[in-house]
């Protein structure tokens, strides 16, 4: 069984940054993609940023390209998200997310096996 724990959430001001980390334990997770998704008040969960298990290939939500970077250390099995320039439409629980998945990088809330509790980001305006 995975587990999963979020870590780095908080309150920033517009055009602020932020990091998450995500550190994974349980069995090897050299096969996982992993990840982030938001979910905001009275809204449905979304993608943010998921990546492979190689760390080469990753996917962005379109509303978080260019500010957002995503990267793995697979030796410490730990997931980050860089976050800047952040907008108050950032605010949201951020969950982190990982699945075994070695041929194909999913991107659906439905593919990720595996969820953390999640972690408040709020920008303020």
């Known amino acids: 069984q995975v587990q999963l724990v979020e870590s780095g959430g908080g309150l920033v001001q517009a055009g602020g940054s932020l990091s998450l980390s995500c550190a994974a334990s349980g069995p090897p997770l050299y096969r996982y993609a992993m990840g982030w998704f938001r979910q905001a008040p009275a809204k449905e969960r979304a993608l943010v940023a998921v990546?492979?298990?190689?760390?080469?290939?990753?996917t962005y939500a379109q509303p978080v390209k260019g500010r957002f970077t995503i990267a793995r250390d697979r030796a410490k099995n730990t997931v980050y998200l860089q976050m800047n320039d952040l907008k108050p439409e950032d605010t949201a629980v951020y969950y982190c997310v990982a699945v075994d998945s070695p041929y194909s990088l999913p991107t659906s809330v439905a593919d990720y096996a595996y969820w953390g509790r999640g972690t408040q980001v709020t920008v303020s305006s």
């Open positions: 990546i492979d298990w190689s760390g080469y290939d990753t």
